[in-house]
């Protein structure tokens, strides 16, 4: 029997850093986008506690708000399934502590495994692993917390508290937090537990020898792949749409910068073209790209298909 020769040019989108805090009509109208007019399905993350402990955006009040005080929120979470979405975890608060790491402490804003400082001339110092991950226990109880949130929320079970995906906040986190991840999510997935992301591996994991935290490079595959984690990793390949934000010194990254890199990755027989999105920016450049990469020829699929 001949091989089959044909090639797929498969892509998937995702909505970035949801929070108790969003806009639950904006969510909807995302959702109507993709489900009834783009016909495609998606991956949205979901962060189950928003937290500005330093009163940032709040004019120096702290505030907290978990998921399951959100019911607006937790109702347009489940259009957004209805709808076709899949859910993903993205960390427990997508910051850390109460300090600036780097930018304002905030939930959405800062990353929470890993410790990033930032200078004067907005250029970043990746630092390594909170100093807290240390302790084998701290990301685990971080993603129980997450669970129990969710649940409380009436968006998982008791029995399986915790989404089939999640992503390391900032795309950021030590070695032993991608296996406790494995471990965590394993209970109710086995080795079908997924990350969506692009990962960070360490000098010292493929030699068996002790892991340096202060050496490692960051990796990503134009397909899924199982990892040196032991965990599947979905592939993302273009990055996300971005609006120029001088404070945080963002640079913008349009529908052309995301269509010119999945006219690059046509290369690869089977890659896939995955990219993120912000529901709170302009629906437009969600459009533009879906539209964008339906021309080159990619066929947009479920999270769950890959």
């Keep these: 029997m001949a091989p089959n020769t044909a090639v797929r040019h498969r892509a998937y989108v995702r909505l970035e850093d949801i929070d108790p805090t969003y806009d639950p009509v904006q969510l909807r109208l995302v959702a109507n986008y993709l489900s009834a007019e783009a016909q ?166 493929l030699t068996g020898g002790t892991v340096d935290s202060t050496r490692y490079v960051g990796q990503f595959m134009p397909y899924t792949i199982r990892d040196v984690y032991g965990t599947k990793v979905l592939a993302d390949t273009l990055g996300g749409l971005e609006t120029a934000d001088p404070e945080f010194n963002f640079p913008a990254r349009t529908p052309d910068d995301i269509i010119a890199d999945a006219q690059r990755t046509l290369v690869v027989r089977d890659g896939v073209a995955s990219f993120f999105y912000h529901p709170y920016d302009n629906i437009q450049l969600l459009k533009d790209t879906i539209n964008g990469l339906k021309t080159l020829g990619y066929t947009f699929v479920s999270p769950t298909q890959l």
């Design 40 to 205: 495609i399905p998606f991956g949205f993350q979901i962060v189950p506690l928003y937290t500005d402990p330093l009163g940032y955006w709040t004019n120096g009040v702290p505030q907290t708000i978990p998921l399951s005080k959100s019911p607006d929120v937790v109702s347009a979470l489940k259009y957004m399934q209805s709808s076709g979405g899949v859910m993903m975890l993205h960390g427990y608060t997508h910051q850390y502590s109460n300090v600036q790491n780097p930018y304002t402490g905030t939930t959405g804003d800062d990353c929470e495994f890993f410790r990033i400082t930032r200078n004067t001339d907005g250029s970043l110092n990746y630092l390594g692993p909170v100093s807290e991950d240390a302790n084998s226990n701290w990301a685990k109880n971080r993603f129980i917390s997450a669970g129990n949130e969710l649940n409380k929320s009436g968006l998982t079970t008791r029995q399986i508290p915790l989404p089939q995906f999640m992503t390391f906040p900032s795309y950021a986190a030590s070695a032993s937090d991608y296996r406790t991840a494995q471990s965590v999510f394993g209970q109710y997935y086995g080795n079908n537990f997924v990350r969506a992301e692009r990962a960070l591996y360490y000098s010292g994991l």
